[in-house]
């Protein structure tokens, strides 16, 4: 029997931070679950929440303004350990009767932070009086409500932090849960683990136990397909639910041709040789290409990627009498997205083109064994089931794959020139250890030619970019900076190996206002 994991629970209520998700993420790293609700979400549904503690998260509005989101009154009197951060706190104190006003200096970015004490436990083995932390706020609190004290300053905010003595209500000006405030994580651990009272089992193997055991009285002896793609998250659904239920799983992979270089053999042996978990390949190549004929536009080609992807899957299918659920590697950034955080537990699946729609036209319940975990989690979970590291750990792939990394039409030669450069790309940055150190890096196909000379003869043939960019959120990036001579050495393989290849750029652009993607 798995232990009660969600018995000692967070709630987060997102004021439109764009740190809210990773408000969440360190809560888990603390071993306490945790959820996202929208800031206008009911009492009652905080309440069936069931949580031993609150944290409210930071936003871009101002509490001076008119209509700008509250904190529910109701929240002061549960008697619920309460966390304020940035516009959190200053919800609190303006709420509470004290004042919040636009500041002289506004602070962003790292800020020195004094503490004055230890505010009933939330700096709590902070031994340092002065200590590094990350701050972005244009307003701050002036006056502190009644029965409130300020336990920290820093230059420019003469209530840095905020607390009452008796009500464990706790206000932090900065930003506890981000990397450039170095002890944020102890003080996030005070306030979840001790003040809160939470216990640490939220872990990869309660996780799994907790899966297996949901799985099994869900589905019973009835049989799940699933598609698989390859991906982290296909791939985790499938290590998971075979290990919970065995031959009842089957596998469709469709193979689009969009894949990378030798990546459809891959994952055959990776699931179906090594896991032993039966995988159906359908080898569609040409029925894509055939469907993207003459279609330039990115949304087209998109659409018609995703409609070709559930013909193929459908067929497939419906071969299979014995089926009576549908996995989904849905997550919980995916319910996030869906449900616009409005209650945090909405189930809604979002449209990946590779899932999106089949539901309806399978008319199968969905079981989705990840919708409550992060990317971090899901990568944690198959480590735990044996997956190996570069499945596991590869740079994000877009679900049209190299149909949006070639632009405009795609024909079959522009699809194994763009596969033997990235096959280039990537296996340099791997052999010279920087494909770890950046978020993402790939080839994109231009069809446009131009001049270059191989030996004593012009040719005159295509262009590939490289783009590598390191980024935290994938919400902005900033290119890679690769040295120089790695970048030469790459762009001579290319156009040495690929005879279709004649000129190799490299893309620095950050996003905004580039995208990582091209298309």
Known sequence: MAKNILADKILIIDFGSQYTQLIARRVRELGVYCEIYHHQSSLKSIKDFGPKGIILSGGP??????????????????????????????????????????????????????????ASGLFKKIKSKKINVWMSHGDHVSKLPKGFKSCATTSNSPIAALYHPTKKIFGLQFHPEVTHTPQGKQILKNFVRDISNCKGLWNSKNIITKAVEEIKREVGDQEVLLGLSGGVDSAVVAALLSKAIGDQLTCIFVDNGLLRLNEGDQVMNTFKDRFGIKVKRANAGNQFLKDLKGKKDPEHKRK?????????????????????????????????ESAGTKNGTAHVIKSHHNVGGLPSYLNLPVIEPLKDLFKDEVRKIGLELGLPKEILFRHPFPGPGLGVRILGEIKGPYIKTLQLADDIFISELIKEGYYDKVSQAFAVFLPVKSVGVVGDSRRYEYVISLRAVETIDFMTAKSAKLPHSFLEKVSNRIINEIPEVSRVTYDISSKPPATIEWE
Not at 82 to 96: E, N, R, V
Not at 304 to 331: C, H, P, S, Y
Request: proline fraction near 4%; include cysteine.
């Open 61 to 118: 509005e101002t509490v001076k303004q008119k209509g700008s989101p509250k904190v529910p009154d109701q929240l002061f009197n549960l008697g619920i350990p309460l966390l304020g951060i940035c516009y959190g706190m200053q919800s609190i104190a303006k709420q509470l009767g004290g004042r919040v006003e636009l500041a002289d200096k506004r602070e962003f970015g790292h800020a020195d932070l004094k503490i004055k004490n230890q």
């Open 304 to 336: 018609a990627i995703g409609k070709t992807f559930i013909d193929v899957f459908l067929k497939e299918a419906k071969k299979n009498k014995r089926i009576k659920w549908l996995a989904q590697g849905t997550i919980y950034p995916d319910v996030i």
